[in-house]
């Protein structure tokens, strides 16, 4: 069941689109072409990206309903998202070529980073990176050790 936001220990809520327009907004910022931003209920990957030859699918949640202003997912269905999250990545695992970079990206809230704290070794060795989204809409990436490098001359992290 949806909650009140002020009911959690969220500071702030942010929904999906938010997070793929800052995701977006993010890597344009940084020199990349953005191929796909998906707004609404859109099918296919949330934001697409090429930057120097490398690929980027990102698969975004939010912490609430695009529609709403108060009322938060509540931890169950924040579970549920993130399960939801990882598998559709875990399907382009498939389809990854080595130029390609799959990734998350969601609100950086307390009760989201816990969900995905506790997979993030496995996440790490799936290779998938993180984009984190304040509430003022900047992006912080954390990514396995073996995409740093390449992350850090694209001039990402």
Not at 4 to 15: A, E, G, I, K, P
Not at 24 to 49: M, N
Request: hydrophobic fraction near 40%.
């Amino acid at each position: 069941m949806p909650t009140q936001l002020n009911r959690t220990s969220d500071t702030f809520s942010m929904t999906e689109n938010e997070v793929n327009l800052a995701v977006a907004e993010f890597l344009r910022g940084k020199g990349a072409s953005i191929l796909r931003t998906a707004i609404d209920r859109e099918q296919g990957y949330d934001v697409h990206a090429e930057m120097n030859g490398y690929s980027f699918i990102i698969e975004s949640k939010g912490s609430r309903k695009n529609n709403q202003t108060e009322t938060v997912f509540d931890s169950g269905q924040l579970k549920v998202h993130a399960s939801a999250q990882i598998f559709y990545l875990l399907k382009q695992l498939e389809l990854r070529s080595e130029m390609t970079f799959l990734g998350l990206a969601n609100p950086d809230i307390p009760r989201i980073r816990k969900l995905i704290n506790d997979v993030s070794s496995s996440l790490d060795q799936l290779g998938l990176i993180q984009f984190w989204v304040s509430a003022g809409g900047s992006v912080k990436i954390e990514c396995p050790t073996k995409s740093m490098g390449v992350l850090i001359d694209l001039g990402l992290v």
